[in-house]
């Protein structure tokens, strides 16, 4: 079975903080994905990054950056210079092997406040 | 290029009644899923098509939800008759091939039966 854990229910950061957002995975598969996506206020779903289980190389976008361990089996997600736009919740996503649906976390709501 | 698109946007309905809930998904996408959100389970596939054949309807709840793909740039969800406990957030995503790229969601369509 596939399992995504957030385990940060809440965050609250002043604008300009630097935020890390944790995701813990559990997966058999050799082969697999992971995803973040953004659920700002309006409710749309976001697509942020997808990283294959063979590239653990740390991806910058921007204030983004993404640190994918699998020895630890996580991928968690920075925000630099947190700004009050970036306040949303942040889904942490697991797609593996045949099994074509994502796995979702239960989210991190992040609060920016000004 | 326009992303997924859903209607309606929002939807109150009373119990009983039939819930019909549309999805165009991306130009080209070969891959179409439903998920629902809900406080209590958070994101989960229902359902997901490949090139307009559904291939994993194991989340679909009960027999009161269809889900049809007549053609490549349509597809629908039915929930006949409808219950309160339906209330939720139903998001349609689409990707170019299952498993092999990324999930885009479309904007979600809120439901509320009374």
């Known amino acids: 079975a596939q399992k995504v854990t957030q385990a940060q229910t809440e965050i609250s950061v002043v604008e300009k903080e630097d935020v890390t957002l944790d995701c813990v995975y559990e997966t058999r598969d050799t082969t697999y994905y992971l995803f973040w996506y953004k659920q700002p206020p309006s409710g749309e779903l976001v697509f942020l990054i997808r990283?294959?289980?063979?590239?653990?190389q740390n991806e910058i976008s921007g204030r983004y950056s993404w640190n994918f361990q699998k020895s630890t089996s996580s991928f968690n997600f920075t925000i630099t210079a947190s700004q009050v736009v970036d306040s949303a919740v942040y889904f942490c996503?697991?797609?593996?092997?045949?099994?074509?649906?994502?796995?979702f976390g239960k989210g991190t709501l992040l609060t920016v406040n000004p | 290029d326009a992303g997924v698109i859903q209607s309606p946007r929002h939807e109150v309905t009373e119990m009983g009644q039939e819930v019909t809930l549309r999805c165009k998904p991306i130009?080209?996408?070969?891959?179409l899923f439903w998920y629902r959100q809900t406080m209590m389970r958070g994101l989960e596939l229902l359902i997901y098509f490949n090139n307009n054949v559904p291939i994993d309807d194991s989340g679909m709840p009960e027999d009161r939800f269809s889900a049809k793909m007549p053609n490549a740039s349509f597809s629908t969800l039915k929930i006949q008759p409808s219950e309160p406990r339906d209330s939720a957030v139903y998001f349609c995503?689409?990707?170019?091939?299952?498993?092999?790229?990324?999930?885009?969601f479309g904007p979600g369509t809120r439901l509320t039966v009374l």
């Open positions: 130009s080209g996408h070969n891959s």
């Open positions: 990283r294959n289980s063979f590239d653990e």
């Open positions: 996503a697991l797609e593996g092997g045949s099994n074509y649906k994502l796995t």
């Open positions: 995503a689409s990707s170019e091939l299952a498993g092999e790229s990324t999930q885009y």
